[in-house]
């Protein structure tokens, strides 16, 4: 009987399926509809659109087309070489008469001392880096600031055969630079913020595990 409730417990646990959170709490939030204010004595609301008027983001709660294309490389290389070569001789050819005594057949006065040193040095070092992101997101104006500029933000969550795939975009945006099809490209935006992340069974392996990750942290050498 034992046996048996043990092996239920496992099937129902291989069965059971945690339902993953495709929403950011952020997403959740919508940003309320602005209430219409007759104080000026005119029908006409800010948010009321027109006939000529462009579908380019300007308020608070409108999208805009953002395409990210990241490339930035560097390279540094760098060598060093040194050498230094020193050499000493001395000698005493005349010895309170010392020269013209048998000590001359023991020593010659005239190489007392006689040493050289030398030291060579060789570095060299090189590093480069390349990176490249090319991705198209829709982020949505959060705030519009004093002078005109916006403020947007915008994730995307894709989730395929458990894959997590993350894009997270924020930064400031000048009006200027939305093209008449509402769409940004990424080098124009200031102060931007760009992260892409992954989890699931094809990140995870990617990463070490936390005794690893302890290990290197205490390692000393």
């Not at 004595?41 to 800010?46: E, F, N, P, R, T």
């Not at 947007?152 to 939305?178: K, M, S």
């Amino acid at each position: 009987m034992k046996k048996l409730l043990v092996l239920f417990a496992l099937v129902m646990a291989a069965c059971a399926h945690q339902p993953q959170q495709s929403k950011f709490p952020a997403l959740q939030q919508q940003l309320e509809k602005p209430r219409p204010n007759y104080s000026s004595g005119s029908i006409w609301q800010v948010s009321s659109g027109g006939l000529v008027e462009d579908f380019k983001a300007r308020v608070r709660g409108d999208i805009i087309t953002v395409i990210i294309t990241e490339e930035s490389s560097a390279s540094k290389q760098a060598s060093t070489g040194t050498s230094r070569t020193t050499a000493v001789a001395a000698g005493m050819p005349n010895l309170v008469g010392l020269e013209t005594t048998a000590i001359k057949k023991y020593m010659d006065l005239n190489k007392l001392a006689n040493a050289d040193a030398s030291s060579k040095y060789d570095g060299s070092g090189s590093t480069t880096r390349k990176d490249n992101l090319n991705a198209t997101i829709t982020a949505r104006v959060v705030d519009v600031l004093a002078n005109g500029n916006l403020l947007i933000e915008g994730r995307r969550n894709v989730i395929v055969n458990h894959e997590d795939q993350v894009i997270v975009l924020e930064g400031t945006v000048r009006p200027r630079d939305i093209s008449a099809e509402n769409v940004v490209n990424s080098a124009q935006i200031a102060d931007a913020r760009i992260t892409y992340s992954g989890k699931g069974m094809v990140s995870d392996p990617q990463s070490q595990g936390w005794l690893m990750k302890a290990v290197n942290y205490v390692w000393p050498f």
